[in-house]
């Protein structure tokens, strides 16, 4: 099936940096979604892109569809600390119509 | 409020009981889905289903059934649970797959172990 390469796998980041994580896949897509997971709670999507070159923004976050439509970006501005989490790219695939998703990049916060 | 609820959120039982997860969405979502989350594997997809009586298997169906006898629900059974279905579960729907809306909504999450 659909493979979905997500990275990095984990960032320790402090107050106020800025992250970036990205995602690419072994076949062109034309949806990449963004989810994040907090610790005991199901995935919560974040910004979903429909055309490639789109850049969509959810406050301080911003992904983008890659122009290759093989990968996507995602940046979070200005970290706090309710960002600690685990984030998910998902992609068409698996199962007729459904998602596949990255194994996550866990992002933790340092004080 | 637009939500996926399951039911139980944790559960513990033994080799062999038959079990039942509960999902139900409000949303008049078509398109309803089981995932299983593993360390180091990520959401895998169990089952899905398009519509009421239409249901189809995932990447990892082997021990699982699920039945969609209305819109809203959908629940997962177990017939024989083995310790290898120890995970994190949740049910995720959407609007209308077929309608190219891949904006799927998840529950909160079932953790099931099975001693």
């Known amino acids: 099936g659909q493979q979905l390469n997500q990275s990095p796998q984990s960032m320790f980041i402090q107050e106020g940096e800025d992250v970036s994580m990205n995602c690419t896949s072994s076949?062109?897509?034309?949806?990449w979604l963004w989810y994040k997971q907090d610790p005991g709670e199901g995935p919560v999507l974040l910004i979903a892109?429909?055309?490639?070159?789109e850049l969509t923004s959810n406050g301080r976050l911003t992904a983008q569809f890659g122009i290759t439509r093989k990968d996507s970006f995602l940046n979070i501005s200005a970290s706090i600390p309710s960002d600690v989490g685990i984030y998910f790219c998902?992609?068409?695939?698996?199962?007729?119509?459904?998602?596949?998703f990255g194994k996550g990049t866990h992002l933790i916060i340092q004080p | 409020e637009a939500q996926v609820t399951q039911n139980p959120r944790y559960l513990i039982t033994v080799t062999g009981k038959k079990l039942t997860v509960t999902c139900s969405q409000n949303?008049?979502?078509?398109?309803m889905s089981w995932y299983r989350q593993d360390p180091g594997l990520g959401l895998r997809q169990i089952y899905y289903?398009?519509?009421?009586?239409?249901?189809d298997k995932g990447d990892v169906p082997e021990g699982y059934k699920v039945s969609r006898k209305e819109k809203r629900n959908f629940p997962l059974i177990l017939e024989s649970p083995s310790p290898n279905q120890t995970s994190l579960y949740f049910c995720?729907?959407?609007?209308?797959?077929?309608?190219?809306?891949?904006?799927?909504?998840f529950g909160p999450g079932t953790r099931l172990t099975v001693t």
């Open positions: 289903s398009m519509n009421v009586e239409v249901t």
């Open positions: 949303m008049n979502h078509e398109y």
């Open positions: 076949s062109i897509f034309n949806t």
């Open positions: 995720a729907s959407s609007i209308s797959i077929a309608g190219a809306s891949y904006e799927q909504y």
């Open positions: 998902a992609g068409p695939g698996g199962g007729a119509d459904g998602l596949t």
């Open positions: 892109l429909y055309k490639a070159g």
